[in-house]
């Protein structure tokens, strides 16, 4: 079974302070890991993804995030948070292996709210 | 421009009520999915399709049906058999690369009164 954790209900950050919000995931074989944020209301939207290659990926409105196999984690980053960056965000994993299209697990999601 | 179209945004039944929730897209995507979102749930997989005239039951069916007749439409039927259906319904579609990312529709707002 494969599962994903976003140890963090509420994230607050100043606003121009880097920000981060965690993840955490378990899975048999090697993952695929993405980020997406909902704005209320809203669908979500595809931040960036983790498939292979370079632990670091850079992803839309200057998000990145590391991935730590060692760690298996997944945290999402932005050296200067905006205001308008406030939203929930979802981490998600499928595995590689998984030939079955249901085999993406989403995050309880993380708030983060940033303070003018 | 290409996208998922879910409608009605907002929604309001009646207990014992049957409602349907329309998803369209223009992606040209093989697979589609339903999830429910309750507030700190995150989102949990009610149905899912991966082809025309095939689909599969997710984490939370019961109470719920789907039809896959297009390759464009999945519809979900909210029946009264869905004990708590209050919910924020999400509509997605992934391409058949096995990397693919899935992109989500703006979601429909079911209250049952």
């Given amino acids: ?116 | 421009d290409g996208g998922i179209t879910q409608s009605p945004k907002y929604l309001f039944r009646k207990e014992g009520q049957n409602v349907t929730l329309s998803c369209e897209q223009n992606l040209n995507h093989d697979a589609m999915y339903w999830y429910r979102q309750d507030p700190g749930q995150g989102l949990r997989l009610i149905y899912y399709s991966q082809i025309v005239n095939d689909f599969q039951k997710g984490d939370i069916a019961e109470g719920y049906s789907v039809s896959r007749e297009k390759k464009e439409s999945f519809p979900l039927t909210v029946t009264s058999a869905q004990k708590n259906p209050t919910a924020f319904y999400l509509c997605a579609s992934r391409d058949s690369l096995n990397t693919g990312e899935l992109f989500f529709g703006e979601g429909s707002r079911l209250t049952v009164l």
């Avoid at chain 1, 955490?24 to 909902?38: I, K, M």
């Avoid at chain 1, 983790?50 to 990145?64: A, H, M, P, Q, R």
């Avoid at chain 1, 991935?67 to 939203?87: E, G, I, R, Y």
């Fill in chain 1, 1 to 116: 079974a494969q599962s994903v954790a976003q140890p963090e209900d509420q994230v607050n950050v100043a606003e121009g302070n880097p920000l981060t919000v965690k993840c955490t995931y378990s899975v048999s074989g090697n993952p695929y890991l993405f980020w997406y944020v909902q704005y209320p209301n809203r669908g979500l939207q595809f931040l960036l993804k983790y498939i292979t290659g370079d632990n670091l990926v850079k992803g839309s409105y200057g998000f990145e995030a590391e991935f730590n196999k060692s760690q298996t984690s997944f945290h999402l980053k932005k050296p200067s948070a905006l205001v308008s960056d406030s939203a929930l965000y979802f981490c998600a994993v499928r595995t590689i292996s998984s030939g079955s299209a249901r085999q993406l697990t989403f995050g309880s999601g993380t708030q983060l709210t940033v303070l003018p």
